[in-house]
């Protein structure tokens, strides 16, 4: 199991850029899967992207082009490079962990990961 913790959220204007980290603690990082997803009030929680033990990267349609992905295995970390904001990315953003074996493309589904950080407000005014 990992322990995640998420940071860098804020309040942005539309337009505007933000960086969330997501730093883990625990063995083994480099065998995980990793994710974010967000949950913005009232709605379900949805996939924004994800990054496999390759790195392979995989985007939701709504932040395809804005959004970067990336990890660190050395510092065990995360990161959701996030540019041309708009009020709809306003949400929690959550960082999400999956053990999978190394040829396994990263899931998509929320269900499927079993680790979880708190998760960091972001807010894009209009």
């Known amino acids: 199991q990992l322990q995640l913790v998420e940071s860098g959220g804020g309040l942005v204007q539309a337009g505007g850029s933000l960086r969330l980290s997501c730093v883990a603690s625990?063995?083994?990082?480099?065998?995980?899967?990793m994710a974010w997803f967000r949950q913005a009030p009232g709605k379900e929680r949805e996939f924004v992207a994800a990054?496999?033990?390759?790195?392979?990267?995989y985007y939701s349609d709504p932040v395809k082009g804005r959004f970067t992905i990336s990890r660190d295995n050395a510092k065990k970390a995360m990161v959701l490079e996030m540019n041309s904001l708009k009020p709809e990315d306003t949400a929690v953003y959550y960082c999400a962990a999956k053990s999978i074996i190394l040829s396994v493309r990263p899931p998509i589904d929320v269900g499927q990961y079993n680790n979880w950080g708190q998760g960091t407000q972001v807010t894009v005014s209009s």
């Open positions: 990054i496999g033990r390759s790195g392979d990267c």
């Open positions: 625990g063995p083994s990082f480099n065998r995980y899967a």
